[in-house]
Nanobody, 128 residues
Framework: QLQLVESGGGLVQPGGSLRLSCTAT????????IAWFRQAPGQGREAVSC????????HYADSVKGRFTVSRDNDKNTVYLQMNSLKPEDTATYYC?????????????????????WGQGTQVTVSS
C-alpha cells in the first residue's frame, strides 16, 4: 500500500528557501496527482499546490504563487516543493497527499475519500 514520507523541513530566515520532498514507499506515485497542504497551529489546513501525474499541469494557492514551485520525478518516486522568498506566515506543518485520480481535478478539495494516502508532515519554521 502506498505510503508517503515528507522531508526537507526546518528553520529558515525570512527570504530564505527550502525544498521539501515527498517520497513514495511500498508502491509507486505513477498513478496519482500529488498535492501539498499546510497547517499552522490553531488554523485550518490550507491547500498549497498540486501536480498531475505527468507534471504537465500544476496549481498553486494565491498565497504562494510566484514563490513556490512543485515538480516531480516519477523515476525517483518523489514530488518536490521548492519554496523561495519564504515569509513568517509560511510557518506550518507541510503535508503531501496522493489524490485517487491522476489529474488535479479534485484540488483544492480535502474530502478524505478523495485521497489515497497522506504523509506524516514536515515542519517549516520561518523566523529571524
Amino acid at each position: 500500500q502506498l505510503q508517503l514520507v515528507e522531508s526537507g523541513g526546518g528553520l529558515v530566515q525570512p527570504g530564505g528557501s527550502l525544498r521539501l520532498s515527498c517520497t513514495a514507499t511500498r508502491s509507486t506515485l505513477d498513478y496519482y496527482a500529488i498535492a501539498w497542504f499546510r497547517q499552522a497551529p490553531g488554523q485550518g489546513r490550507e491547500a498549497v499546490s498540486c501536480i498531475d501525474l505527468h507534471g504537465t499541469n500544476t496549481h498553486y494557492a494565491d498565497s504562494v504563487k510566484g514563490r513556490f514551485t512543485v515538480s516531480r520525478d516519477n523515476d525517483k518516486n518523489t514530488v518536490y516543493l521548492q519554496m523561495n522568498s519564504l515569509k513568517p506566515e509560511d510557518t506550518a506543518t507541510y503535508y503531501c497527499a496522493a489524490y485517487t485520480l491522476a489529474l488535479c481535478v479534485l484540488w483544492p478539495g480535502q474530502e478524505e475519500e478523495t485521497f489515497q494516502t497522506w504523509g506524516q508532515g514536515t515542519q517549516v519554521t520561518v523566523s529571524s
